[in-house]
């Protein structure tokens, strides 16, 4: 991959975890205001929150299950095979207490630190390329997701 692709799918996915560069200029696809990806979104969110049931997923479902999605690509990244994966155990998370929540959120920075890494050192082919353009669309979807869901359970 040309090094001007994967700047720009480094950008795509700071964008869709941490809203379009500051001062805002333009954005790709999340709102313009500062803080508008994942982890703004979750910014002061209480564990509480995070686990008020939604159609039955929680807030908290959802931050984990892009967690392990990152960590399945990153663990691509780094050994050449994808990991043998449980996504339906992906979603069981419900009720968090504050500890349990600030670790699935501490583990979601680590996993997206570790592809942004994974991208400058990688050797790029068709296969690696479709993983983690595929981790953006994902993390990107579940961007949309988690912001209804903060909609909703704040209205509670």
């Not at 799918?9 to 560069?21: M, R, S, T, V, Y």
């Not at 049931?53 to 299950?65: I, K, N």
Request: with cysteine; hydrophobic share 40%.
């Amino acid at each position: 991959m040309t090094p001007v692709l994967a700047n720009s799918l480094k950008n795509l996915i700071k964008e869709a975890f941490e809203g379009p560069p500051v001062p805002v200029k333009e954005s790709w696809f999340t709102n313009t205001e500062p803080n508008s990806g994942i982890f703004g979104a979750l910014e002061g969110v209480s564990h509480e929150t995070a686990s008020v049931s939604v159609c039955g997923v929680t807030l908290a479902a959802h931050v984990d299950h892009v967690r392990y999605h990152m960590w399945g690509t990153n663990e691509l990244l780094s050994t050449g095979t994808f990991p043998k994966m449980d996504w339906a155990k992906s979603w069981k998370i419900s009720a968090v207490d504050e500890q349990q929540w600030n670790h699935i959120q501490e583990e979601l920075q680590g996993e997206y630190e570790r592809l942004l890494d994974a991208i400058d050192w990688m050797e790029w082919n068709e296969n690696l390329a479709n993983e983690v353009t595929g981790s953006l669309a994902h993390s990107a979807y579940h961007l949309g997701s988690i912001r209804q869901l903060l909609k909703y359970a704040n209205k509670k």
